[in-house]
């Protein structure tokens, strides 16, 4: 078959796609992923061996009053008539959007040239370009079974694709890859693809308590390492983490993360004990919140507001969980793991068989 990809924006809309591409060209289909020109899924699907890259402009999707949204509006409809033009010439079979404002114009174009579309919503709560695409598509994919009961007919629970590569890490190599002992526990913090200012701030300021008990992995975000830092004893920066982040998790004994849902599964999914800092509402969509949510209740994680986030209470917070890990570690073992990548290559086979 011929199938296209899309979704960008953010990494948790680009990253879910390399746990289903490599099934995907497993059983010889032809992909084609649509993309903006420099978007973040340009530089991590071009990377990719096997799927063919398509730049198409996409409008940005603001909730607020904004001048930009006349411009972007023209972007998205480009978008659609670029879109709607590769399509007349891939002739796909199938398109699959993982969401962002990219993902908008390709469902969009795909629904207009009666090609089936299906989306996957990572979060509990579908994004804006998600409940556009919606009319257009065939079905809503979801993380979690109570988006899919809310979404109605079109919903479809999956569970979280789970990249294969990060179940396969190794606690020595990760050691070793970034100049760790088992001298002490080694304590992982990432704030997103973009890295998190706030986290970053809390987290130098706090160094040289926490390097008393941790050895500490920073995950900073693009342009946010800092030379004051380099040599600071027990303590690696890094701007984005790829190929070694399997081993990188392996070795993590604590995470402290965003809440987003991609990212959130994946620790279920290997068990770590985790403090989450959820994206605060007033300046987001609020999913990150109700993620993180769902995840204390469950009793998978600990969680701490951004707007309570100081390098003292991050300190606390931190020792704490990493004092309650072993009950941390119990509440998710008793969780099945739901890898969504298989059930997400069956419905692309069964709504492409459709069309």
Known sequence: MKIILTGGGTAGHVT?????????????????YLGTENGMEAGIIQAVEGVTYHAIPAGKLRRYHDWQNVKDLGRTLSGVRESRALIRSIQPDVVFSKG???????VVAAGLSR??????ESDMTSGLANRLSLPFAKALLTTFPETAKAVGRKGVFVGAPIREALLKGDRRRGLAAFGFTDSKPVLLVMGGSSGAQAINLALRGALDELTECFQVLHICGNGNTMDLYERHPGYVQEEYLNDEMADALACADVVVSRAGSNSICELLALRKPALLIPYPTAASRGDQEVNAESFERRGFSRVLEQNDLTSETLVKRIIEVYHDRGELIECMNREPVVNGSDRIVECIYRYAAKK
């Open 100 to 106: 962002g404002f990219v993902g908008l114009p390709v």
């Open 16 to 32: 879910p796609h390399l746990a289903i591409i490599p099934r995907l060209l497993k059983d010889g289909h032809e992909l084609h």
């Open 115 to 120: 090609v089936p579309s299906i989306i996957h």
